[in-house]
Every structure is written in C-alpha cells, then in structure tokens.
C-alpha cells in the first residue's frame, strides 16, 4: 500500500512540475526557445486590456528568453496585420509594438541586429505572410537597430533588402505594400550613413523624403530610384 501512495505522489509532484513555467524561470515552457501565442480565440466576455494581455507576450519571459528567440517570437506575432491600420509605415510598426512588447526589447538589445539579420537570411520573401514580413523588416529599418550593425552587417542587410526587393517584383510589381519596406531598409540605411548622393535625392524629392519617414503607396519610378542608389550604396559602404 506504502508502494502506491509513494508512486501517486511522484506522478502529481511530476505533473505539476509539467503544467507551466516555474515561477523563478517563465521560459521553462518555451518550445524551441520560442514563445507559443495562444490558439483559442479570446473570450469576447474580457476586457480590451484583458484581451490585448493575450495576444501579448508576458512580461516576465522578456527577462529570460534568448534574442534569437525573441526574434522568432516577434516575427511570428498575430497582430502583424496592424500595420496597415495607420497613416504610414512607421506608425504602423509603431501600432503593432504596441501589442507587442517584443519588439521594443529586441530595439534594446545590442545583439538584436545580428540577430534580425540571420533571421532575414532564412526567409524565403514570397512564401510568408506579408504582414509579418513587413513588420519584420520595419524593425531592420529604425534607427536603434541600424546603429547597432558593423559595416559588414550593414552591407549584408542592404544586399538581401535589394535581393527581397528584387524577387518580390518578379511576381508582384504593382502590389505596392509588398515591397515598400524594402526600399524603406534601403532608404533608412543610405540617409543613416549621410550618403550625399542619396541626402540630395532626398532633398529635390519630396515623395521619397516622406515615404521613407513615415509613407504608404511608393510610385514605381521611385523605387527605381531608391534601388538605384542602393545598389551604388553598396559598393560605397565596403570601401
């Protein structure tokens, strides 16, 4: 009888063990270091505080989870699609950092863009969300990530944006959403970098001046022109 007592209490003790994260380590229910947003809907009985809460990643798996994983964990967000809900690119990205803490931390970590750019190698541009992968390249494209990139960082991350930008036309040139945020990591890094030739494009092209800022729906004729120069940038930045 002893036997079987003892043999319960090890089987609760080990099911409580498995149940969630522990209280001195949250992560300890990440899967592959990589935080799982939940599957079910929220309950339209809560509160918009509440629901916000949910779709969110907790607080306290900030302080443990790895900047490779939260890497994967912004990029896989479900309130991507937010960044169309807003006037312009920026306040878009800005809209979804809202309801994702996640990308504030990664904009404070100084291994975030070695990390966001291993990420943006792997990507294959025409077989993910559109959503995510705009959002995702939004934060290659602020300033706290740029400054933290090595010459070579750089240099690799303009090369897969005219790369992304490239293949993304090939199927999709009139679909302007799909590729502005290519050419805004294009811009953003040329204008970052006081590239003069690029400064002065800016300078006689109102269009593309506020595109980059904070702008939706970039004419063709100007993304030629922003590739274009990327692509003299990028001889320029080795030297």
Known sequence: MKKYIFLFIVFVLGACNTEGPTESDPCSILV???YQYPTEPADPSWSK????EYWDIPEDFLKCISTKGLVESCFSTPKAAY??????????YNLVKSACRGYDEL??????????????????????????????????????????MTTKQKSKL?????????????VVEGDYF????????????????NYTPFEEVCVNNDKIQKFITNGYQLSIADANIINFFANQFVNHITQ
Do not use: H
């Open 49 to 52: 505080e509440r629901k916000k």
């Open 32 to 34: 592959d270091g990589i």
């Open 178 to 193: 799909n590729w502005e945020a290519s050419t805004i990591i294009m811009g953003r890094m040329m204008l970052f970098e």
């Open 158 to 170: 303009l090369e897969l944006a005219l790369f992304f930008l490239a293949e993304k036309r090939k």
């Open 107 to 148: 904009e404070l970590r100084d291994d975030a863009a070695e990390e966001l750019i291993n990420k943006y190698e792997t990507i294959k541009p025409l077989e993910v969300d559109i959503f995510q992968l705009f959002m995702f390249e939004m934060a290659l494209a602020q300033n706290s990530i740029l400054e933290k």
């Open 83 to 92: 960044i169309i809900a807003s006037n312009g690119c920026q306040d878009g």
